[in-house]
């Protein structure tokens, strides 16, 4: 048997192999297409890409025709350069660098010589063609957008580069790709699938038909529409009121998750990079380190979070037992914690939750604070237990949404804090600052935004997405489900009242709108930053968090205005805007809007910058709004007394 077994396992291994080799090189003649053959050119037809809508059907992102003249390099014989050159307004160096730089992809396979004639250009080489063997035109579409805001949610569409050509087999020298923003998140949805003809030639190069009359020519399938979550309405009107200001906002559908505005500022016209000057345009964002019109602070932006995380503070308070709502504790415009350690506030008296909350009393949550530390044996353990909560709030992570860019923020451990203080027995004192959100705490705008998204929906929360529809497909279930956070629903309404009353009693009255009942908080962060090796304050930052109506609320929002002093002076203003905005349509509250619409932090940027660079950022007009940016260490000092903390 054995005699046996071993030749007849070759003879089958080998029948097999040659039955293998026969159908691959006589019967499937699919290699032939996929192999560099002369005697076939292969020619792309390019889909349009799904249009963009936002959640009410408004057209965003449409397309419109652009002809690329396409070369293969060894069919490039005998044509009159300097024609060719002033017919196409390039010069003979280009010329050369474009035929060299085709040559390096492939001699025989088509890449892109000249992207993104305009009719006119088209129209002209069009009727010379027949003069210049071995270019071609091809057809394609680019973007054609029908708003001018939104730029940091579209993002962009550009050509792929030699990386993305290596790794994914579908691209090909010349074809566009989606970067940033939805058009990167769902490239593959939108980009919908190229139809390939192939082309039979004769031995003079010649076309002479279809391949195998057509059998294997497929055709384009456009890519498919997609309808995003946002309000385009609130995205422009968020934007209007960031003019000439720095700094981000997010609104969000507590009850779905759905991103309802993302507002970066400043900002641009998307259609800006769009056609032959895209190149130039992205290069100057690109380089422009004052402004960063290319940085979405939305997403991407770590700021120390101030009064608003004092919400956290109470919540994590209530859920360890260490308060209840008649807890008090006096304030004596501050809190002493430790020989020559004051922790100012503007409150004084006695302080339970409700008025903690709508007077921002430092002192009310330092004390909280440490007692919830101190309910354990180990400040350690204690600061675990206190972390574990904020993580369930989606604090310190990425996040999940269906954007390609973020930052996880910061939540500190005792991790952290054995690290910073090697061999010192730390406590909660040492590490108070984190009560009012200052310390070692940081967060996105996106975070704050879905942190009083989560205090709206009474302790949990919908990962944040801007996808709201896809035509013909359904979108992540991980949108649709619901994450719970370690707070028992009971202690969200104590907590509530008093963000309600921010509006009526508290740092916030004044700003409200009548018949929306607004929950709010107000906060305000110092920031400092280094300049010619000196540590020198900026101006404070502007923080306000809310949501509305206060039952089955409709939108939260977090607004973040760098260097804009106090929380009710810049971003709270903007967060009754928005509200009403969204929530009635028109505005009510004229003055408000005038005052921001009209307003402007630029002085306040362009301090600490020389003359020259002003003046040049004041005469750009890509950029939009004309803001100034300083690189800054968010550090704070939290002995500092202002309007609110």
């Given at each position: ?34 192999s560099d053959n002369n005697a076939i050119k292969i020619k792309y037809d390019y889909p349009e890409r799904g249009y963009i809508y936002d959640r009410n059907g408004k057209l965003m992102v449409a397309n419109q025709p652009s002809y690329d003249i396409m070369v293969v390099p060894k069919d490039v014989k005998k044509i009159d350069t300097l024609e060719f050159c002033k017919l196409l307004h390039i010069t003979q160096e280009d010329f050369d660098k474009k035929i060299a730089k085709a040559k390096i992809y492939s001699p025989r396979l088509p890449s892109v010589f000249l992207p993104q004639l305009n009719k006119l250009e088209y129209a002209a080489f069009q009727e010379m063609q027949r003069k210049f063997n071995g270019f071609y035109i091809q057809k394609r579409s680019l973007r054609d957008y029908q708003v001018d805001c939104g730029a940091n949610v579209f993002g962009f569409i550009t050509q792929v580069n030699e990386n993305i050509i290596k790794n994914d087999e579908y691209y090909n020298s010349g074809d566009l790709i989606g970067r940033q923003g939805v058009e990167e998140s769902y490239e593959e949805i939108l980009r919908g699938v190229k139809g390939v003809k192939y082309i039979q030639k004769d031995k003079f190069n010649r076309d002479i038909g279809s391949y195998k009359d057509g059998k294997f020519d ?428």
């Amino acid at each position: 048997m054995r005699k046996v077994l071993f030749p007849t396992i070759i003879i089958i291994a080998t029948i097999l192999i040659v039955a293998r080799l026969f159908y691959l090189q006589v019967i499937d003649e699919s290699l032939k297409l996929k192999s560099d053959n002369n005697a076939i050119k292969i020619k792309y037809d390019y889909p349009e890409r799904g249009y963009i809508y936002d959640r009410n059907g408004k057209l965003m992102v449409a397309n419109q025709p652009s002809y690329d003249i396409m070369v293969v390099p060894k069919d490039v014989k005998k044509i009159d350069t300097l024609e060719f050159c002033k017919l196409l307004h390039i010069t003979q160096e280009d010329f050369d660098k474009k035929i060299a730089k085709a040559k390096i992809y492939s001699p025989r396979l088509p890449s892109v010589f000249l992207p993104q004639l305009n009719k006119l250009e088209y129209a002209a080489f069009q009727e010379m063609q027949r003069k210049f063997n071995g270019f071609y035109i091809q057809k394609r579409s680019l973007r054609d957008y029908q708003v001018d805001c939104g730029a940091n949610v579209f993002g962009f569409i550009t050509q792929v580069n030699e990386n993305i050509i290596k790794n994914d087999e579908y691209y090909n020298s010349g074809d566009l790709i989606g970067r940033q923003g939805v058009e990167e998140s769902y490239e593959e949805i939108l980009r919908g699938v190229k139809g390939v003809k192939y082309i039979q030639k004769d031995k003079f190069n010649r076309d002479i038909g279809s391949y195998k009359d057509g059998k294997f020519d497929t055709i384009a399938l456009q890519g498919k529409d997609i309808t995003l979550s946002i309000d385009v309405e609130l995205q422009k009107y968020g934007e209007q009121l960031m003019v000439n200001k720095r700094g981000g906002i997010v609104a969000i559908e507590p009850s779905t998750g759905e991103i309802l505005a993302l507002v970066t500022a400043p900002s641009y016209d998307p259609a800006i990079l769009v056609g032959r000057q895209r190149s130039k345009n992205y290069t100057m964002l690109y380089h422009d380190s004052i402004a960063k019109p290319l940085y979405d602070r939305g997403l991407l932006a770590e700021y120390t979070p101030g009064s608003p995380f004092k919400i956290l503070t109470g919540l994590v308070g209530l859920q360890e037992g260490v308060i209840d709502t008649e807890t008090s504790f006096v304030c004596h415009h501050g809190f002493s914690y430790a020989r020559g350690r004051f922790m100012r506030c503007h409150d004084s008296g006695v302080s339970k939750l409700h008025n903690g909350f709508y007077n921002s009393c430092n002192t009310y949550f330092a004390n909280v604070y440490m007692k919830t530390i101190n309910k354990y044996v180990k400040p350690s353990d204690g600061v675990d237990a206190w972390s574990n909560h904020l993580k369930s709030f989606g604090l310190g992570q990425f996040m999940g949404y269906d954007l390609p860019t973020g930052r996880k923020g910061k939540i500190p451990t005792s991790k952290t804090y054995k690290k910073m203080y090697p061999g010192w027995n730390w406590d909660s004192k040492t590490i108070v600052s984190n009560s009012i959100g200052q310390g070692e705490v940081l967060m996105t705008p996106m975070q704050l935004a879905n942190m009083i998204a989560t205090v709206a929906n009474r302790g949990y929360y919908y990962t944040p997405h801007i996808i709201k529809k896809i035509k013909g497909d359904v979108i992540d279930k991980k949108f649709r489900t619901k994450n719970q956070t370690t707070i028992d629903r009971k202690h969200f309404d104590p907590v509530i009242e008093g963000l309600y009353d921010v509006y009526n009693l508290g740092t916030a009255r004044g700003l409200g709108v009548e018949g929306i009942q607004i929950c709010g908080k107000t906060g305000t962060a110092e920031n400092f930053t280094k300049i010619n090796g000196k540590r020198v304050k900026l101006q404070d930052h502007s923080i306000f968090v809310a949501f509305a109506p206060k039952e089955n609320p409709k939108i939260a929002i977090a607004v973040f205005v760098e260097n804009g002093y106090w929380g009710s002076r810049w971003a709270g203003p903007i967060t009754t805007l928005m509200i009403e905005k969204y929530i009635n349509k028109n505005i009510s509250r004229k003055d408000l809007e005038k005052r921001m619409l009209q307003g402007s932090l630029q002085a306040e940027y362009n301090k600490y910058i020389s003359k020259p660079i002003v003046d040049t950022l004041i005469n750009t007009t890509v950029v939009k709004p004309l803001n100034t940016e300083m690189k800054k260490e968010n550090e704070i000092k939290i002995t500092k007394e202002s309007p609110e903390n």
